[in-house]
């Protein structure tokens, strides 16, 4: 993990939020390449639910929003860590993750002394703020810790303004917001992310069968975005980990540095989220199904993804440090679909017209994708930049360009080259990157 946070800083992928007044502590910063990439994920993400399903829609709702959707969604009673201090290194921790025997002992498990910790306290998890002028109870606002809730709240103003019958689903990317008592490994924790969740309303009863499909459709999308199928797994949760919403819940996980780890959830959530938003509200959220002439809460079944999370497992599972004859070679082979740099332009030589070549042929693809155009040091050098950013694609004007009009392209995995004419190169590039 060290290696990929040191290549994210390095190569302007992620930085610490706030660095230069030393940081502050779990958020992060997306660089000119890490936006990318991001970017990337989300719009394979969106094109996976909302373009290709007629039955999906997309939604954007406000992150702050009214503090009866926490009540009547639980959080604000039951979205807790219990959470242990230390007397004597005053260090903090969630009692879950300590040694059951350690704590009974009352034991620290940074400083070591018997003893010293304290008795649980509830600890809420959400980021609390005042809406006006005036800090007062009254005018508590929160941070919302899932985008879930915005999906729910709307799901009557989507289903009748864009025409929809169940099951049908809504689809949305937003940040989230959690005071995490443990975070950490980077980006795999934090208090500021983004999730990508899609919430798909149901009839009871059919619910067992879309949570089924729907479990093997996100695991499918995780080899669409190039990750290993060899380091993804499906764990599903015990009784006793279920979260308070949820009937049954499985995770994709994926095998990090610091183990196996939930990447994304795919929850049954009954109709326990619009039951309860029916009585809080006192709106109807009944659904009245005109085939059968019956009327219903609908069931839900949620996929949540973290978007943070995902850029970290690609980050992870394309680093690879490649023996090769005479050096050590750094290379993400991330999937040309995601990579935020498509295709690098280089000429061989900064003399004889190559440059201006060059530049003329990055200009020309730029429209299409995302191109860095290099001409400092020798071009094995280059090359081996754009192997650590993830460049799939790297474009050499020679002197057999001058000659024929040809240029080099060079694939990063296998560093093998082929030779194209200029004017096919643009389709070439592109059958390359979208090709499945
Ligand atoms: N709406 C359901 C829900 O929020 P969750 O399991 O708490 O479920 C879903 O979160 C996903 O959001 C996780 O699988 C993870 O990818 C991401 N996530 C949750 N907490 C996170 C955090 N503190 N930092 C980064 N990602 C997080």
Redesign the pocket.
């Known amino acids: 993990m060290d290696k990929i946070v040191s290549l994210c800083k390095r190569r302007g992928f992620i930085f610490q939020s706030s660095e230069i007044y030393g940081g502050i502590n779990a958020c992060y910063d997306y660089g000119p390449l890490g936006v990318e990439l991001k970017r990337n994920v989300k719009e394979m993400w969106w094109r996976s639910m909302v373009y290709e399903n007629q039955d999906i829609v997309g939604l954007d709702a406000a992150i702050l929003m009214h503090p009866r959707v926490w009540e009547a969604s639980g959080h604000v009673a039951g979205f807790t860590d219990p959470l242990v201090d230390c007397r004597v290194c005053k260090m903090r921790f969630r009692q879950d993750e300590i040694d059951p025997k350690k704590f009974e002992k009352r034991q620290c498990p940074s400083c070591g002394n018997a003893g010293s910790l304290t008795d649980a306290r509830q600890f809420n998890l959400m980021f609390k703020t005042h809406m006006g002028p005036v800090e007062e109870d009254a005018s508590v606002v929160y941070l919302r810790?899932?985008?879930?809730q915005g999906i729910y709240v709307n799901y009557k103003n989507v289903m009748d303004s864009s025409r929809k019958k169940i099951p049908f689903g809504i689809a949305q990317i937003g940040k989230?917001f959690?005071n995490?008592i443990t975070?950490g490994n980077f980006?795999?924790?934090?208090?500021e992310?983004e999730?990508m969740?899609m919430q798909y309303f149901v009839k009871p009863g059919s619910d067992e069968a879309v949570w089924n499909d729907w479990r093997e459709r996100r695991m499918a999308w995780y080899g669409k975005i190039g990750i290993r199928k060899d380091k993804l797994r499906f764990r599903r949760h015990g009784e006793n980990e279920l979260?308070h919403y949820a009937k049954a819940a499985i995770?994709v996980e994926y095998e990090y540095p610091m183990g196996w780890k939930?990447?994304?959830?795919i929850?049954n959530r009954t109709d326990y989220d619009l039951s309860r938003h029916q009585e809080f509200s006192g709106k109807d959220l009944t659904y009245f199904d005109d085939a059968t002439r019956e009327r219903f809460v609908p069931f839900i079944v949620?996929t949540?993804?973290?978007c943070?999370?995902?850029v970290l497992t690609c980050l992870v599972d394309a680093y690879e440090e490649q023996k090769l004859e005479n050096e050590t070679r750094t290379v993400l082979h991330l999937d040309p679909k995601i990579a935020p740099v498509k295709a690098a332009v280089f000429p061989l030589v900064n003399k004889d017209g190559m440059p201006e070549i060059a530049q003329k042929i990055a200009a020309d693809l730029r429209g299409e994708f995302i191109v860095f155009y290099d001409d400092s040091g020798a071009v094995g050098r280059r090359y081996r930049r754009q192997d650590e950013a993830g460049t799939p694609f790297c474009v050499t004007v020679d002197s057999q360009t001058l000659k024929d009009e040809t240029v080099t392209i060079r694939e990063r995995d296998s560093m093998e080259q082929a030779r194209v004419a200029i004017r096919g190169l643009a389709p070439e590039l592109k059958r390359r990157i979208w090709a499945e």
């Not at 810790?145 to 879930?148: L, Q, V, W």
């Not at 980006?187 to 208090?191: E, I, L, P, W």
């Open positions: 810790p899932e985008t879930a989230a959690r995490e975070p980006v795999f924790r934090t208090r992310f999730q969740e979260a995770d939930e990447l994304e959830g929850h949620e949540s993804a973290g943070d999370r995902t």
